[in-house]
Protein backbone atom coordinates (compact mmCIF):
# COMPACT_ATOMS: atom_id res chain seq x y z
CA UNK A 1 0.00 0.00 0.00
CA UNK A 2 1.37 3.59 -1.07
CA UNK A 3 0.23 7.08 0.15
CA UNK A 4 0.66 9.54 -2.97
CA UNK A 5 2.45 12.68 -3.05
CA UNK A 6 -0.12 13.83 -5.45
CA UNK A 7 -1.30 17.95 -4.08
CA UNK A 8 -4.69 19.49 -4.81
CA UNK A 9 -2.38 21.55 -7.51
CA UNK A 10 -1.35 18.61 -9.70
CA UNK A 11 -2.20 19.34 -13.31
CA UNK A 12 -3.43 16.07 -13.93
CA UNK A 13 -6.42 16.47 -11.39
CA UNK A 14 -9.85 15.56 -13.27
CA UNK A 15 -12.07 18.24 -12.75
CA UNK A 16 -15.21 18.56 -10.75
CA UNK A 17 -17.56 18.39 -12.77
CA UNK A 18 -16.28 15.70 -14.51
CA UNK A 19 -15.38 13.99 -10.70
CA UNK A 20 -19.55 14.80 -10.13
CA UNK A 21 -20.62 13.05 -12.99
CA UNK A 22 -20.22 9.61 -12.15
CA UNK A 23 -19.23 8.24 -8.26
CA UNK A 24 -19.79 4.80 -6.12
CA UNK A 25 -21.37 5.97 -2.87
CA UNK A 26 -19.57 6.08 0.91
CA UNK A 27 -20.24 2.75 2.68
CA UNK A 28 -19.37 1.78 5.64
CA UNK A 29 -17.36 -1.59 5.82
CA UNK A 30 -17.63 -1.98 2.34
CA UNK A 31 -16.20 0.97 0.04
CA UNK A 32 -12.43 0.53 1.73
CA UNK A 33 -9.13 0.73 -0.02
CA UNK A 34 -9.12 -3.01 -1.49
CA UNK A 35 -12.96 -2.38 -2.83
CA UNK A 36 -11.64 1.18 -4.21
CA UNK A 37 -8.53 -0.41 -6.02
CA UNK A 38 -11.14 -3.21 -7.64
CA UNK A 39 -13.84 -0.40 -8.45
CA UNK A 40 -10.70 1.02 -10.01
CA UNK A 41 -9.64 -1.21 -12.57
CA UNK A 42 -13.30 -1.40 -14.09
CA UNK A 43 -13.34 2.62 -14.35
CA UNK A 44 -10.89 5.17 -15.17
CA UNK A 45 -13.01 7.62 -14.26
CA UNK A 46 -15.97 7.11 -11.23
CA UNK A 47 -15.12 8.91 -8.38
CA UNK A 48 -14.43 6.96 -5.31
CA UNK A 49 -15.54 7.83 -1.84
CA UNK A 50 -13.79 6.58 1.30
CA UNK A 51 -15.86 4.41 3.96
CA UNK A 52 -16.76 8.04 6.55
CA UNK A 53 -13.73 8.48 8.56
CA UNK A 54 -14.48 10.97 11.36
CA UNK A 55 -12.49 13.69 12.65
CA UNK A 56 -11.77 11.96 15.99
CA UNK A 57 -10.21 8.80 14.50
CA UNK A 58 -8.22 11.16 12.24
CA UNK A 59 -6.60 12.82 14.78
CA UNK A 60 -6.62 10.76 18.01
CA UNK A 61 -6.51 7.50 16.13
CA UNK A 62 -3.54 5.44 16.25
CA UNK A 63 -4.05 3.67 12.54
CA UNK A 64 -3.76 6.02 9.44
CA UNK A 65 -7.37 6.38 8.42
CA UNK A 66 -6.12 8.54 4.81
CA UNK A 67 -4.05 5.85 3.61
CA UNK A 68 -5.26 4.67 -0.08
CA UNK A 69 -3.24 3.57 -3.04
CA UNK A 70 -2.08 6.17 -5.37
CA UNK A 71 -4.19 4.00 -8.13
CA UNK A 72 -7.69 4.72 -6.70
CA UNK A 73 -7.77 8.88 -8.33
CA UNK A 74 -9.81 10.46 -8.27
CA UNK A 75 -10.78 9.61 -4.55
CA UNK A 76 -13.00 11.61 -2.31
CA UNK A 77 -12.46 11.45 1.52
CA UNK A 78 -16.02 11.53 3.56
CA UNK A 79 -15.51 13.38 6.52
CA UNK A 80 -18.30 12.81 9.84
CA UNK A 81 -17.78 15.60 12.32
CA UNK A 82 -19.14 18.64 13.61
CA UNK A 83 -16.27 20.74 15.16
CA UNK A 84 -15.14 23.66 12.36
CA UNK A 85 -11.82 23.48 13.90
CA UNK A 86 -11.23 19.50 13.67
CA UNK A 87 -12.91 19.59 10.25
CA UNK A 88 -10.21 22.05 9.40
CA UNK A 89 -7.36 20.35 10.58
CA UNK A 90 -8.67 17.21 8.87
CA UNK A 91 -9.06 18.49 5.56
CA UNK A 92 -5.78 20.12 5.78
CA UNK A 93 -4.36 16.98 6.87
CA UNK A 94 -6.09 15.13 3.85
CA UNK A 95 -5.41 17.51 1.34
CA UNK A 96 -1.54 17.46 1.42
CA UNK A 97 -1.82 13.48 1.19
CA UNK A 98 -3.72 14.21 -2.31
CA UNK A 99 -7.31 13.47 -1.87
CA UNK A 100 -9.42 14.82 -5.10
CA UNK A 101 -12.26 15.75 -2.95
CA UNK A 102 -13.65 16.29 0.89
CA UNK A 103 -16.80 15.34 1.54
CA UNK A 104 -18.96 15.96 4.53
CA UNK A 105 -21.55 13.91 5.69
CA UNK A 106 -24.76 15.36 6.22
CA UNK A 107 -26.96 12.37 5.31
CA UNK A 108 -25.98 9.66 7.82
CA UNK A 109 -29.16 8.73 10.26
CA UNK A 110 -27.95 6.07 12.68
CA UNK A 111 -27.92 6.97 16.18
CA UNK A 112 -23.92 6.51 17.12
CA UNK A 113 -23.56 9.08 14.44
CA UNK A 114 -26.39 10.67 15.77
CA UNK A 115 -24.69 11.15 19.43
CA UNK A 116 -21.91 12.29 18.03
CA UNK A 117 -23.49 15.16 16.85
CA UNK A 118 -23.21 14.82 12.89
CA UNK A 119 -24.60 12.83 9.69
CA UNK A 120 -28.34 13.76 8.88
CA UNK A 121 -29.37 15.72 11.84
CA UNK A 122 -26.92 18.27 10.77
CA UNK A 123 -29.48 19.34 8.15
CA UNK A 124 -31.17 21.47 11.34
CA UNK A 125 -28.04 23.55 11.84
CA UNK A 126 -27.38 24.42 8.83
CA UNK A 127 -25.28 27.53 9.77
CA UNK A 128 -23.29 25.22 11.72
CA UNK A 129 -22.96 22.91 8.49
CA UNK A 130 -21.94 26.54 6.63
CA UNK A 131 -19.03 27.00 9.28
CA UNK A 132 -17.68 23.98 9.17
CA UNK A 133 -17.58 23.96 5.15
CA UNK A 134 -16.12 27.72 5.41
CA UNK A 135 -13.45 26.05 8.16
CA UNK A 136 -12.37 23.36 5.54
CA UNK A 137 -11.95 26.19 2.30
CA UNK A 138 -10.05 28.22 4.32
CA UNK A 139 -7.29 26.02 4.77
CA UNK A 140 -7.27 23.72 1.40
CA UNK A 141 -8.19 24.43 -2.55
CA UNK A 142 -9.19 20.88 -2.65
CA UNK A 143 -13.01 20.76 -3.44
CA UNK A 144 -15.03 20.67 -0.57
CA UNK A 145 -18.59 19.52 -0.72
CA UNK A 146 -21.85 18.30 1.25
CA UNK A 147 -23.85 15.16 0.57
CA UNK A 148 -27.55 15.19 2.04
CA UNK A 149 -30.64 13.84 2.18
CA UNK A 150 -33.88 16.10 1.20
CA UNK A 151 -35.12 16.02 5.03
CA UNK A 152 -35.15 14.70 8.54
CA UNK A 153 -38.09 13.33 10.26
CA UNK A 154 -40.76 15.83 10.36
CA UNK A 155 -38.83 18.80 8.78
CA UNK A 156 -39.16 17.04 5.25
CA UNK A 157 -40.54 20.17 3.08
CA UNK A 158 -39.23 21.88 -0.26
CA UNK A 159 -38.40 24.85 1.79
CA UNK A 160 -36.51 23.17 4.81
CA UNK A 161 -34.38 21.80 1.72
CA UNK A 162 -33.81 24.99 -0.01
CA UNK A 163 -33.16 26.95 3.15
CA UNK A 164 -30.28 24.25 4.01
CA UNK A 165 -28.81 24.21 0.77
CA UNK A 166 -29.29 28.17 0.38
CA UNK A 167 -27.53 29.10 4.10
CA UNK A 168 -25.03 26.80 3.03
CA UNK A 169 -23.73 27.31 -0.52
CA UNK A 170 -24.42 31.23 0.16
CA UNK A 171 -22.31 31.79 3.69
CA UNK A 172 -19.94 28.61 3.08
CA UNK A 173 -19.36 29.15 -0.65
CA UNK A 174 -20.13 25.43 -1.20
CA UNK A 175 -21.19 24.62 -4.58
CA UNK A 176 -21.06 21.03 -4.80
CA UNK A 177 -23.91 18.99 -3.22
CA UNK A 178 -24.60 15.00 -3.44
CA UNK A 179 -28.49 14.86 -2.26
CA UNK A 180 -30.12 11.40 -1.33
CA UNK A 181 -33.61 11.81 -2.37
CA UNK A 182 -34.79 10.38 0.50
CA UNK A 183 -35.59 11.75 3.86
CA UNK A 184 -33.69 10.50 7.02
CA UNK A 185 -36.10 9.69 10.01
CA UNK A 186 -33.57 9.99 12.81
CA UNK A 187 -35.43 8.09 15.62
CA UNK A 188 -37.29 4.74 14.84
CA UNK A 189 -36.03 3.61 11.97
CA UNK A 190 -32.45 1.78 10.58
CA UNK A 191 -30.10 2.73 8.83
CA UNK A 192 -30.91 0.17 6.48
CA UNK A 193 -34.78 0.87 7.17
CA UNK A 194 -33.85 4.73 6.19
CA UNK A 195 -32.38 3.80 2.82
CA UNK A 196 -35.47 1.52 1.89
CA UNK A 197 -38.81 3.03 3.73
CA UNK A 198 -38.42 6.77 3.63
CA UNK A 199 -40.02 7.10 -0.19
CA UNK A 200 -37.75 8.75 -2.89
CA UNK A 201 -38.58 11.78 -4.59
CA UNK A 202 -36.49 12.41 -7.80
CA UNK A 203 -38.54 15.58 -9.04
CA UNK A 204 -37.90 17.41 -5.36
CA UNK A 205 -33.75 17.00 -6.23
CA UNK A 206 -34.04 17.58 -9.83
CA UNK A 207 -36.39 21.02 -8.82
CA UNK A 208 -33.19 22.22 -6.44
CA UNK A 209 -31.43 22.37 -9.36
CA UNK A 210 -33.89 24.33 -11.67
CA UNK A 211 -34.04 27.02 -8.45
CA UNK A 212 -30.13 26.68 -7.73
CA UNK A 213 -28.45 26.61 -11.20
CA UNK A 214 -25.44 27.49 -10.34
CA UNK A 215 -24.43 24.48 -7.79
CA UNK A 216 -23.33 21.32 -8.88
CA UNK A 217 -25.67 18.58 -8.03
CA UNK A 218 -25.70 15.20 -8.14
CA UNK A 219 -28.46 12.47 -6.90
CA UNK A 220 -28.24 9.44 -4.62
CA UNK A 221 -30.67 6.60 -3.65
CA UNK A 222 -32.34 3.81 -5.68
CA UNK A 223 -30.39 4.03 -8.95
CA UNK A 224 -30.20 0.29 -10.74
CA UNK A 225 -28.46 1.11 -13.91
CA UNK A 226 -26.80 3.14 -16.08
CA UNK A 227 -30.21 3.95 -18.39
CA UNK A 228 -31.63 5.26 -15.54
CA UNK A 229 -27.87 6.96 -14.67
CA UNK A 230 -28.65 8.31 -18.03
CA UNK A 231 -31.98 9.70 -16.98
CA UNK A 232 -30.96 11.48 -14.09
CA UNK A 233 -28.22 13.37 -16.02
CA UNK A 234 -30.73 14.54 -17.96
CA UNK A 235 -31.69 16.98 -15.32
CA UNK A 236 -28.94 17.08 -12.93
CA UNK A 237 -24.72 17.28 -12.91
CA UNK A 238 -24.16 14.12 -11.66
CA UNK A 239 -25.18 10.65 -9.88
CA UNK A 240 -24.22 8.08 -6.94
CA UNK A 241 -24.70 4.84 -7.14
CA UNK A 242 -24.43 2.80 -4.01
CA UNK A 243 -25.57 -0.90 -3.19
CA UNK A 244 -25.77 -1.75 -6.64
CA UNK A 245 -22.86 -0.35 -7.59
CA UNK A 246 -21.59 -2.68 -4.39
CA UNK A 247 -23.52 -5.79 -5.46
CA UNK A 248 -22.91 -5.70 -9.07
CA UNK A 249 -19.97 -4.00 -9.69
CA UNK A 250 -19.54 -5.00 -13.49
CA UNK A 251 -21.76 -1.90 -14.19
CA UNK A 252 -18.80 -0.07 -13.74
CA UNK A 253 -17.29 -1.26 -16.58
CA UNK A 254 -19.37 0.35 -18.96
CA UNK A 255 -19.56 4.02 -17.34
CA UNK A 256 -16.24 5.09 -18.96
CA UNK A 257 -18.08 4.35 -22.45
CA UNK A 258 -21.28 5.07 -21.69
CA UNK A 259 -20.92 8.34 -19.81
CA UNK A 260 -17.66 9.37 -20.04
CA UNK A 261 -17.57 9.45 -23.93
CA UNK A 262 -14.53 6.41 -23.65
CA UNK A 263 -13.82 5.28 -27.07
CA UNK A 264 -11.64 2.09 -26.02
CA UNK A 265 -12.92 -1.12 -25.25
CA UNK A 266 -14.15 -2.11 -21.57
CA UNK A 267 -12.17 -4.35 -19.57
CA UNK A 268 -13.59 -8.19 -19.20
CA UNK A 269 -14.95 -9.96 -16.48
CA UNK A 270 -11.54 -12.55 -16.81
CA UNK A 271 -9.01 -9.38 -17.13
CA UNK A 272 -10.72 -7.99 -13.89
CA UNK A 273 -10.01 -10.32 -11.72
CA UNK A 274 -6.59 -11.01 -13.11
CA UNK A 275 -5.89 -7.46 -13.12
CA UNK A 276 -6.42 -7.82 -9.55
CA UNK A 277 -3.50 -10.73 -9.07
CA UNK A 278 -0.41 -8.37 -8.57
CA UNK A 279 -2.25 -5.97 -6.12
CA UNK A 280 -3.38 -9.66 -4.46
CA UNK A 281 -0.08 -10.63 -4.02
CA UNK A 282 1.58 -7.51 -3.21
CA UNK A 283 -1.24 -6.75 0.58
CA UNK A 284 -0.51 -10.47 1.20
CA UNK A 285 3.23 -9.87 1.78
CA UNK A 286 1.77 -7.02 3.82
CA UNK A 287 -0.26 -9.15 5.60
CA UNK A 288 -3.54 -8.85 4.57
CA UNK A 289 -5.84 -11.77 4.36
CA UNK A 290 -7.46 -13.00 1.01
CA UNK A 291 -10.68 -12.79 1.97
CA UNK A 292 -10.82 -9.46 3.23
CA UNK A 293 -9.85 -8.38 -0.62
CA UNK A 294 -11.80 -11.28 -2.50
CA UNK A 295 -15.34 -10.42 -0.54
CA UNK A 296 -15.50 -6.69 -2.70
CA UNK A 297 -15.33 -9.62 -6.03
CA UNK A 298 -18.11 -11.58 -5.33
CA UNK A 299 -20.56 -10.00 -7.33
CA UNK A 300 -18.53 -9.76 -10.63
CA UNK A 301 -20.38 -12.49 -12.26
CA UNK A 302 -23.56 -11.37 -11.02
CA UNK A 303 -27.01 -12.87 -12.89
CA UNK A 304 -24.12 -14.74 -15.14
CA UNK A 305 -23.99 -18.84 -15.23
CA UNK A 306 -21.70 -20.15 -12.27
CA UNK A 307 -22.06 -16.57 -10.08
CA UNK A 308 -23.44 -19.38 -7.45
CA UNK A 309 -20.58 -21.62 -7.49
CA UNK A 310 -17.95 -18.27 -8.37
CA UNK A 311 -19.01 -17.22 -4.68
CA UNK A 312 -19.16 -20.35 -2.88
CA UNK A 313 -16.10 -21.08 -3.76
CA UNK A 314 -14.68 -18.11 -2.93
CA UNK A 315 -16.31 -18.04 0.21
CA UNK A 316 -15.30 -20.92 1.60
CA UNK A 317 -11.97 -20.72 0.79
CA UNK A 318 -10.52 -17.34 0.79
CA UNK A 319 -10.37 -16.94 5.00
CA UNK A 320 -8.33 -20.22 4.98
CA UNK A 321 -4.47 -19.61 6.19
CA UNK A 322 -2.59 -19.54 2.75
CA UNK A 323 -4.78 -18.41 0.48
CA UNK A 324 -3.65 -17.04 -2.15
CA UNK A 325 -4.81 -16.19 -6.01
CA UNK A 326 -5.27 -19.50 -6.48
CA UNK A 327 -8.54 -18.89 -5.17
CA UNK A 328 -9.80 -17.43 -7.82
CA UNK A 329 -8.37 -19.22 -10.66
CA UNK A 330 -10.15 -21.89 -9.53
CA UNK A 331 -13.37 -20.25 -8.86
CA UNK A 332 -13.03 -18.93 -12.23
CA UNK A 333 -13.38 -22.45 -13.40
CA UNK A 334 -17.08 -22.89 -12.54
CA UNK A 335 -17.43 -20.07 -14.79
CA UNK A 336 -18.39 -21.05 -18.83
CA UNK A 337 -15.43 -19.88 -20.88
CA UNK A 338 -18.20 -17.65 -23.32
CA UNK A 339 -18.82 -15.75 -20.22
CA UNK A 340 -15.21 -15.09 -18.39
CA UNK A 341 -14.98 -12.99 -21.61
CA UNK A 342 -17.78 -11.07 -21.75
Same mark, same amino acid.
Not at 203 to 210: D, F, G, S, T
Not at 250 to 274: H, N, S
Not at 307 to 313: D, E
Given at each position: ????? @???????????????????????? !?????????????????????????????????????? +??????????????????? $? #? *???? $?? #???????????????????????????????????? /???????????????? @???????? /??????? *??????????????????? #???? !????????????????????? +????????? $?????????????????? $?????????????????????????????????????????????????? /????????????? =?????? /???????? !??????????????????? *? *???? =????? !??? #?
Amino acid at each position: MTTPS @KTAASPDMTPKTVMQRFSVAPMLD !WTDRHCRYFHRLLSEHTLLFTEMVTTGAIIHGKADYLA +YHEQEHPVALQLGGSDPAD $L #A *TCAK $LA #AERGYDEINLNVGCPSDRVQNGRFGACLMAEPELVA /QCVAAMREVTDVPITV @KTRIGIDE /QDSYEFL *TDFVGIVSEKSGCDMFTVH #ARKA !WLKGLSPKENREIPPLDYPRV +YQLKKDFPR $LTLAINGGVKSLEEAEQH $LAHLDGVMVGRQAYQSPFMLAEVDQRLFGKTTPRITRRQAVEAMFPYIEQ /QLTYGAQLNHISR =HMLGLF /QNMPGARQ !WRRYISENAHKPGAGIEVL *T *TAMG =HIPEQ !WLD #A
